[in-house]
């Protein structure tokens, strides 16, 4: 069988049961070669693909980076030689269409690969399996959490899934870490909100980002609760200032980005953040108008030298902001 993986958390999964299949590991290791695409041949690797394997009913063939080499990496490059293969891609095509049937052949990239490809169509067209360009989202991230957690014999209830996915992003490979760390920690086996907020790597800038949200919301109350939650976990006055003058500043551009049509990928992109964080920005940026976000980030710039300028200490100047700013905020201009 064909494989087209993505080197990622679903693709490492997919090539992890291939390589299960065999049981034993020495098995595994004599049936089992890997190849590096830009230094091999098709000659040596069909010769890989047609060894026999050696007590065990399969043999794996791993080749990383191939494929690339046969995408064009351009758009015009992709219309010039629309409707045409490269040399490489014809041979390709042939090249699978011979593999023995007990040989699982395995393509690993770096990115995920076009389906306009002439190999991933013929993939497909000998019944393949492409795992490649998944991204979860909101919900479907939550319960992949939820679904993680219960694999690894533990539970979490869907709030702490919120705050994980906040903290960590859609990152599979960060979050499935951090799920190991929480469930080693927790008690009884179940994560809850607060231990995601006092272990999670990123908890505290996640924080910062729900005080900010609380903040477009007119939430006050919840706002100083927040701040006074991270204090209390040792973060300085003047680390939360600096956090969220950044997340304003994220938030002024990230709506500024969206009013001229720009895309949340390529706002990730241009701000060079996180797709994860991109997304994020540009739902709490409907929170605020472009006039009040613009006031905001002047009044943080306002706040920072008056501390400098010893006028107000940072832990009066940054509750100061959280009062100021949420009875400031949803402007409609």
């Not at 990496?73 to 023995?100: H, N, W």
């Amino acid at each position: 069988m064909i494989f087209l993986l993505q080197d990622d958390f679903f693709g490492q999964e997919q090539l992890a049961l291939l390589k299960a299949q065999f049981g034993d590991r020495g098995l595994q290791d004599l049936n089992t070669t890997v190849h590096d695409g830009p230094k091999s041949s098709l000659e040596e690797l069909q010769r890989a693909c047609e060894a026999v394997p050696f007590l065990a009913e399969r043999r794996l063939v791993i080749v990383r980076r191939m494929l690339g080499k046969a995408e064009p990496r351009s758009a015009s490059a992709t219309s010039a030689r629309k409707g045409q293969k490269s040399d490489l891609e014809q041979k390709l095509c042939y090249f699978i269409e011979g593999v023995p049937a007990f040989t699982d052949l395995v393509f690993v990239e770096d990115r995920a690969i076009s389906e306009q490809s002439s190999v991933v169509k013929a993939i497909r067209r000998l019944g393949g399996k492409i795992v490649q360009g998944r991204i979860l989202k909101d919900v479907e991230l939550q319960n992949w959490i939820e679904q993680r957690v219960r694999t690894k014999h533990g539970r979490i209830n869907r709030a702490a899934a919120y705050e994980l996915a906040s903290c960590a992003g859609d990152d599979l490979r960060a979050l499935d870490n951090e799920i190991d760390k929480l469930l080693a920690y927790a008690e009884s086996g179940e994560i809850s909100e607060h231990d995601v907020r006092t272990l999670a790597s990123n908890a505290r800038e996640a924080n910062v980002f729900n005080l900010v949200d609380a903040v477009g919301r007119r939430d006050v109350r919840s706002a100083l609760q927040l701040l006074q939650e991270l204090l209390d976990d040792g973060a300085s006055a003047q680390y939360l200032m600096v956090m969220i003058t950044r997340q304003f500043r994220i938030l002024l551009q990230a709506k500024e980005l969206a009013e001229r049509g720009i895309s949340s990928q390529d706002v990730a992109a241009t701000l060079r953040v996180h797709p994860f964080v991109a997304r994020k920005a540009l739902e709490q940026s409907r929170n605020f108008g472009p006039i009040s976000l613009a006031k905001a980030y002047a009044r943080l710039a306002e706040a920072d030298r008056a501390v400098k300028t010893g006028r107000l200490d940072d832990e009066t100047a940054v509750h100061l902001l959280i009062v100021e700013l949420g009875t400031a905020a949803r402007p409609s201009v």
